[in-house]
Structures are given as C-alpha cells and as structure tokens.
C-alpha cells in the first residue's frame, strides 16, 4: 500500500566569499530548534555554504554527530560538487581545465560548477577579469547561449569568446612568423617601418589582414625577449651567442614552421659548429665525435623537427646523464647512437611531410632519401646503429 510522508525541512543556502562563521550556524540551528518546538516534531535542518565553513561551525557539526543528532546536515561547496556530478555527469575538473588551456594562454583563476535547467556547467574565470564557459560535455559556449547571457548580467568579470580568441593568437604567431622570415631576408636588421610594409605585402598574398596595431602587438611580444633589439624604429636580431640562437629556436618553431625561414641563407648561417655545441650542453653534455658531428649538422640543417628535437632535452639521454652524471664510455656511445637515430627518424618524418616538399626540393635539393637502420642487441652492450645516407 503506497503511504505519502512529509518530512518538514529548514534550508539555508549561503554564497559568501569567506566560510561561514559561528554566529551564521547558530542562528540557522535556533532556527531548526524553534520550528521543532511549535510543531512538536522533529524538523530536519539543511545547511549549504558554498565557500565552506570555519573550524568553529565543522567542531560544533561533527559533535552533534557525535550525539546523534542526525536531523541536522551540513554541506559545503566540495560536498555539493560531488552531489552534482554525481546527479549531472559532466566532464572533469582537471579536463575542463585542458581544455581552457589548449584554447587561451590566459592563466586561470578559478573554476566554479552553475547548475541550469537539470544541467551543470564549469565557469572558468580568467586573468583580467574575463570567464568563459563549458558544458557538461566540456563544449565552449558562445556569447549568444542562454546560460552566458545569464551569467554576463548577473556576474562580475566580461565573457570572453575563446574561438574569437584562438584566432586572434593564430593570428599573431602567423605575424611573429612572417617578421622573423622578413628579418632573415635583410639579414636579421630593417627599419620597423620597412618591415611592416614587407609583412603587410607577404600577408596580403596569402588574403591575410594585417593592421598596424596587430604588428605592433607582435613586434612588443618579440621585443620582450632576449636574443630581438626593437629600439629607435629598427628591429634587430641578436643571434651572434650559440644560446642565443638556442632562445630563437625555441621561440620560432612553435610559431609555425615557415618555409621562407627555412630557406633563407641567414638561418642556415646560424646552424654552425658552435650551435652544435650547445646542443651538445642542452643534452646534458652529449660529446659526439667529430667523424658524426658533419652529419648531424647536415641533419639538423635539413630538418626543422630534428632541429626542434635536438635543441630541447631529449628525456632518454638527459635523464639519467642528470641522475648519474659519473656516464662510462658506453653508455656515453649509446647516447651519441640515440641522439643520431632520433634526428634522422625526424628528418626522415619531414621528408615524407607534403607541407615541407617544397623546402626538400628547392632549398634543401634533396630528391631522393635512403635511411635504413641495423640493430643489433648485444648482452650488456648499447645499439649498433647503422645509417646509409648520403646528402
């Protein structure tokens, strides 16, 4: 036989900035107290504070527990996250979190779950007082989604449209690009000027826009590093030091790689014995042979993903050449053989990239490349690496 119950129920719900204090719990528990007295029964009481509570109101909670005083709960904002997503799946925290990053370079400060029409979604507040939003199934909402439209009218901070931004950024690494392949035309030194109108005639070919303010949004952000002089309108690249180039590269090749660049006999000048150095620093004090050190260069020079490669740590060599500096001569021979493997499995990789076969046959005049290795294990012995090539 179906019986209908009613379980009388005080809520309060609290939003505050800081955890709730003594005098907030009191005042809800003398409110549970004076409903049970005028209805004569037992009334259940529900506390919710969002940012949490004092160690005062958790000891005064954990002791009513402790007297079994069950008809009183109390929620915190941790509590109800795990309540939601347990009634609402939705993505994680840590991968809505991803996705944010790999859309902006804005650092994130703070991540807060709304709850809307029997759905949750995550509200990433951003530096600079802007937010953006995702849904339950980690999809960025526009500014035109119902659920942006409340938040902007209720909510401190300005929505900020992460495609509008992804292109924006797009389109300053595409900028920062064509300069450094302009630089490299005039030998790394121009007039600013001389340089916009350049840039501006390279992107007009490919239909790009570009707008004085753009260009001087990315000549600040190249400005801003170590190894570029942009001072009394002349832009200058200080690439004379090895690690100074080690700093280009670095900053160059996430921008995209550029073939006019790559092409241009300023960068191959910087691809040098005394680069090769500084490679040999970046990994740890790798030593190659002088026999090997021409066919790395001849490597690295036609191969922008093994040059990426070389002049960042490559974990399997510098890993334990940190955790056991004292390196025996073998184990120094597998790390020269791995080092070698690794930038011709990348140039191999380029040379199979449609993207880069114009640089392969009218720069690098490769037309044609043999790679093959031999392995050989060997009890207690590092690889035996054979390399049939010839460039």
């Given at each position: 036989?179906?019986?209908?119950?009613?379980?009388?129920?005080?809520?309060?719900?609290?939003?505050?900035?800081?955890?709730?204090?003594?005098?907030?719990?009191?005042?809800?528990?003398?409110?549970?107290?004076?409903?049970?007295?005028?209805?004569?029964?037992?009334?259940?009481?529900?506390?919710?504070?969002?940012?949490?509570?004092?160690?005062?109101?958790?000891?005064?909670?954990?002791?009513?527990?402790?007297?079994?005083?069950?008809?009183?709960?109390?929620?915190?904002?941790?509590?109800?996250?795990?309540?939601?997503?347990?009634?609402?799946?939705?993505?994680?925290?840590?991968?809505?979190?991803?996705?944010?990053?790999?859309?902006?370079?804005?650092?994130?400060?703070?991540?807060?779950?709304?709850?809307?029409?029997?759905?949750?979604?995550?509200?990433?507040?951003?530096?600079?007082?802007?937010?953006?939003?995702?849904?339950?199934?980690?999809?960025?909402?526009?500014?035109?989604?119902?659920?942006?439209?409340?938040?902007?009218?209720?909510?401190?901070?300005?929505?900020?449209?992460?495609?509008?931004?992804?292109?924006?950024?797009?389109?300053?690494?595409?900028?920062?690009?064509?300069?450094?392949?302009?630089?490299?035309?005039?030998?790394?030194?121009?007039?600013?000027?001389?340089?916009?109108?350049?840039?501006?005639?390279?992107?007009?070919?490919?239909?790009?826009?570009?707008?004085?303010?753009?260009?001087?949004?990315?000549?600040?952000?190249?400005?801003?590093?170590?190894?570029?002089?942009?001072?009394?309108?002349?832009?200058?690249?200080?690439?004379?030091?090895?690690?100074?180039?080690?700093?280009?590269?670095?900053?160059?090749?996430?921008?995209?790689?550029?073939?006019?660049?790559?092409?241009?006999?300023?960068?191959?000048?910087?691809?040098?014995?005394?680069?090769?150095?500084?490679?040999?620093?970046?990994?740890?004090?790798?030593?190659?042979?002088?026999?090997?050190?021409?066919?790395?260069?001849?490597?690295?020079?036609?191969?922008?993903?093994?040059?990426?490669?070389?002049?960042?740590?490559?974990?399997?060599?510098?890993?334990?050449?940190?955790?056991?500096?004292?390196?025996?001569?073998?184990?120094d021979k597998h790390d020269i053989q791995l080092f070698i493997r690794y930038i011709c499995e990348k140039l191999k990789a380029d040379y199979d990239n449609p993207n880069l076969k114009q640089f392969y046959f009218e720069k690098a005049e490769i037309v044609e490349l043999d790679f093959e290795f031999s392995l050989k294990a060997k009890r207690k012995s590092a690889f035996n690496i054979v390399i049939v090539q010839e460039m």
């Amino acid at each position: 036989m179906n019986e209908t119950r009613t379980i009388k129920v005080v809520c309060e719900c609290k939003a505050h900035s800081n955890p709730i204090g003594t005098t907030d719990w009191l005042k809800f528990l003398g409110k549970v107290y004076v409903e049970e007295v005028n209805t004569g029964s037992t009334v259940n009481g529900c506390f919710i504070s969002l940012s949490g509570v004092n160690g005062n109101v958790s000891g005064s909670f954990e002791n009513l527990k402790q007297k079994n005083k069950s008809n009183v709960e109390l929620i915190t904002g941790d509590d109800l996250y795990s309540l939601l997503i347990k009634c609402f799946p939705a993505v994680e925290r840590e991968k809505a979190i991803n996705i944010i990053n790999n859309q902006s370079n804005k650092r994130i400060m703070n991540v807060s779950l709304a709850y809307y029409e029997a759905e949750i979604f995550w509200v990433i507040s951003l530096e600079s007082d802007r937010f953006t939003v995702l849904n339950n199934k980690g999809d960025i909402l526009n500014s035109e989604n119902i659920v942006v439209c409340l938040l902007k009218d209720n909510v401190a901070g300005t929505h900020l449209d992460l495609e509008e931004e992804k292109q924006k950024i797009e389109h300053q690494k595409l900028i920062e690009s064509v300069i450094f392949s302009i630089l490299s035309k005039h030998n790394g030194k121009m007039e600013s000027t001389q340089c916009f109108s350049e840039v501006e005639q390279k992107l007009n070919e490919s239909k790009v826009e570009l707008t004085k303010s753009c260009y001087d949004q990315a000549i600040n952000s190249i400005g801003e590093q170590d190894f570029v002089i942009c001072e009394n309108n002349i832009v200058e690249l200080k690439l004379s030091e090895p690690n100074a180039r080690i700093l280009f590269l670095r900053y160059v090749f996430p921008l995209g790689v550029n073939i006019d660049l790559l092409s241009s006999n300023y960068f191959e000048n910087l691809l040098d014995l005394s680069l090769l150095q500084e490679i040999e620093k970046v990994q740890c004090n790798l030593s190659l042979p002088e026999e090997e050190k021409s066919l790395c260069l001849k490597v690295l020079r036609s191969s922008p993903s093994a040059l990426w490669l070389a002049v960042n740590e490559i974990g399997m060599i510098t890993h334990h050449r940190k955790t056991q500096p004292e390196s025996t001569e073998q184990l120094d021979k597998h790390d020269i053989q791995l080092f070698i493997r690794y930038i011709c499995e990348k140039l191999k990789a380029d040379y199979d990239n449609p993207n880069l076969k114009q640089f392969y046959f009218e720069k690098a005049e490769i037309v044609e490349l043999d790679f093959e290795f031999s392995l050989k294990a060997k009890r207690k012995s590092a690889f035996n690496i054979v390399i049939v090539q010839e460039m």
